[in-house]
């Protein structure tokens, strides 16, 4: 999607294709109970990008994600609820427990539901990036609006401070390196 190219209902369903599902799915996370609003909120995330659609970038998916965050929290103002805690959410449970280094232990997950529930909600938003969106360092960074090493240390200091909480070395260094270096 280069900047020159021309930005017509034909680059709008190109975006809707490549990136739906997994704004979808960026959405659906978070709103776990509310299957009827998650179409809405996707809906209106791409309704975005069209009336906005000379500014979005290059790589659009952190535009996208951002955007889709702003939905979000307009969302929960609107229904007049309170925001969930990330902290104690079994979607990021499951995507760490992919992670970790002996998946599939009860305990590990009784652990790591401790630990999660002594993180501020940015820093359990940082892991949902990471681990349940899987979006690159980089991407991470972006939509933070932070340089890409900043980004790295922020994560670097989240997963420290779980295997503080844990005692254990629980996850993972190399997450999103692979990801990293092929963008």
Not at 116 to 139: F, G, I, N, W
Request: hydrophobic share 40%; charged share 30%; net charge positive.
């Amino acid at each position: 999607m280069a900047e020159n190219s021309v930005r017509d209902a034909t680059w709008h369903d190109a975006l809707l294709d490549k990136f739906e599902v997994q704004i979808t799915a960026v959405v659906s996370a978070r709103l776990q109970g509310e299957p009827e609003a998650v179409g809405d909120l996707v809906q209106k995330t791409f309704d975005t990008a069209w009336a906005k659609r000379y500014k979005v970038p290059d790589d659009p998916l952190p535009w996208l994600y951002k955007t889709a965050k702003y939905h979000l929290n307009n969302y929960y103002r609107w229904s007049c609820r309170r925001r969930p805690e990330l902290s104690g959410h079994e979607v990021l449970e499951a995507a760490i427990m992919r992670h970790l280094s002996n998946s599939g232990s009860v305990e590990h997950g009784i652990d790591l539901r401790r630990a999660l529930a002594k993180l501020t909600p940015a820093q359990c938003e940082l892991l949902m990036m990471a681990y349940v969106d899987e979006l690159s360092r980089a991407q991470i960074a972006e939509i933070l609006g932070i340089s890409s090493a900043a980004g790295r240390q922020r994560l670097q200091n989240v997963r420290l401070k779980i295997r503080q909480i844990l005692g254990n070395d629980y996850l993972k260094q190399d997450h999103g390196d692979e990801r990293e270096r092929g963008r």
